[in-house]
T-cell receptor, first 113, second 116 residues
């Protein structure tokens, strides 16, 4: 039973560039949430996708956008990268829109120079 | 502001002793709480959860206690082992007015250090 997978594991970008991160949910899960974790901090909720639509959003600017595909996998896109976007980006999956237990992937470490 | 917080950023315990990690939350409407363990370079790993209609839940070597009167949550780890070294986060979910689940709100975490 495959858990949550994310790609790539590490990424280096420069300011102003755009980045796309990918996530495949745990088998049987249909809801994907994205989080940003700065060094030494707890994860912060970016947004959540269910049925290919953004259902909930945290306090993040429009530079952060996402997509969910029919197979439930998801992408996180960040435009016009800032130095402050350097963080670990975590994907979590869960079952059904109201299922609270979320299982996390290993994350993508993004460094913006 | 941050709804979930932790009392201590670092906790050092002797191997074999019991560990207690504390968490305070500010929103009395929170109805679901989860403890996660995060090892260096990895994503958070689910440990145990508890709903607001319960005050105690036990797992394997772990117990979560919820005190709604003082809005306090704790994670007890019995017979702490070297593999328990990690950062522990509590997280909460607030009921969503639209009937769905919000994202998790995390605290900053407690770093548990196991002394040999």
């Amino acid at each position: 039973d495959a858990g949550v997978t994310q790609s790539p594991t590490h990424l280096i970008k420069t300011r102003g560039q755009q980045v796309t991160l990918r996530c495949s949910p745990k088998s049987g899960h249909d809801t994907v949430s994205w989080y940003q974790q700065a060094l030494g901090q707890g994860p912060q909720f970016i947004f959540q996708y269910y049925e290919e639509e953004e259902r909930q959003r945290g306090n993040f600017p429009d530079r952060f956008s996402g997509h969910q595909f029919p197979n439930y996998s998801s992408e996180l896109n960040v435009n016009a990268l800032l130095l402050g976007d350097s963080a670990l980006y975590l994907c979590a999956s869960s079952l059904a829109f109201r299922e609270e237990t979320q299982y996390f992937g290993p994350g993508t470490r993004l460094l913006v120079l | 502001g941050e709804s979930v917080g932790l009392h201590l950023p670092t906790l050092s315990v002797q191997e074999g002793d019991n560990s207690i990690i504390n968490c305070a939350y500010s929103n009395s409407a929170s109805d679901y709480f989860i403890w996660y363990k995060q090892e260096s370079g990895k994503g958070p790993q689910f440990i145990i959860d508890i709903r607001s209609n319960m005050d105690k839940r036990q797992g394997q070597r772990v117990t979560v206690l919820l005190n709604k009167t003082v809005k306090h949550l704790s994670l007890q780890i019995a017979a702490t082992q070297p593999g328990d070294s990690a950062v522990y986060f509590c997280a909460e979910i607030l009921p969503n007015s639209g009937g769905g689940a919000d994202g998790l709100t995390f605290g900053k975490g407690t770093h548990l250090i196991i002394q040999p």
